[in-house]
């Protein structure tokens, strides 16, 4: 059962256009969310967090979206730069298990010029 | 540098032999944990440690034992490989406890490519 579902294996939008990545949970547990960003032979690193009692993160280039009726969340990079090419990661834990994240299976983004 | 790191990078071996990936962190957290990432990218929890504690052990079989001999270590030993076990282990630690854990986030190593033929 997965409970973090990242539906879209890939994405690819041109260098300077938005890039939108999307998350759905089905867990109602859960309570704080994180996107994590991986190039290859590298480890994930952090991107962003949001917790559940808000709707909206914003970080630079990075905005995460939370709709907790409709267990969705989605990540927004305004403008996409060819760097931003990496795999991204949906996370997810719950207040009272913050050590344990499940993750969604990631979606490869590409980024063109 | 600061990091989580973890060794070997790449590991080849063969069925039924034992094997260990060793991970340090030199971020001072508090908490360590192994993931395992399958051929199908799914990204899975094994174990975490938070001072040598034992904290979470996700139905891991037996043959996989974690050590932790201090808290800025937590090395992944595996008894009698089997094919199944082909994977990218990744090594991780954050701050688990204190006012700012809450929003603490994972930080992993490079991760080890394992390969069982």
């Known amino acids: 059962d997965q409970q973090v579902k990242q539906n879209s294996p890939s994405l690819s939008v041109q260098e300077g256009r938005i890039s939108i990545l999307n998350c759905d949970y089905t867990?109602?547990?859960?309570?704080?969310f994180l996107w994590y960003k991986k190039y290859p032979a590298e480890g994930p690193t952090f991107l962003i967090s949001i917790s559940s009692i808000k709707d909206k993160n914003e970080d630079g280039r990075f905005t995460v979206f939370l709709n907790k009726s409709a267990k969705h969340l989605s990540l927004h990079i305004v403008p996409s730069q060819p760097g931003d090419s990496a795999v991204y990661f949906c996370?997810?834990?719950?207040?009272?298990?913050?050590?344990?994240?499940?993750f969604g299976t990631g979606t490869r983004l590409q980024v063109f010029p | 540098d600061t990091a989580v790191s973890q060794t070997p990078k790449y590991l080849v071996t063969q069925m039924g032999n034992d094997k260990s990936i060793k991970c340090e962190q030199n971020l001072g957290h508090d908490t360590m944990y192994w993931y395992k990432q399958d051929s199908k990218k799914f990204l899975k929890i094994m174990f975490s440690y938070n001072n040598k504690e034992l904290i979470i052990n996700e139905t891991v079989p037996n043959r996989f034992s974690p050590k932790s001999p201090d808290k800025a270590h937590l090395n992944l030993h595996i008894n009698s490989l089997e094919l199944g076990d082909s994977a990218v282990y990744f090594c991780?630690?954050?701050?688990?406890?204190?006012?700012?854990?809450?929003?603490?986030?994972?930080?992993f190593g490079n991760g080890t490519r394992l390969t069982v033929t």
């Open positions: 991780a630690s954050r701050n688990s406890r204190g006012r700012s854990s809450y929003n603490s986030p994972l930080h």
């Open positions: 867990n109602s547990m859960f309570d704080y």
């Open positions: 996370a997810a834990s719950g207040a009272y298990n913050t050590d344990k994240l499940i």
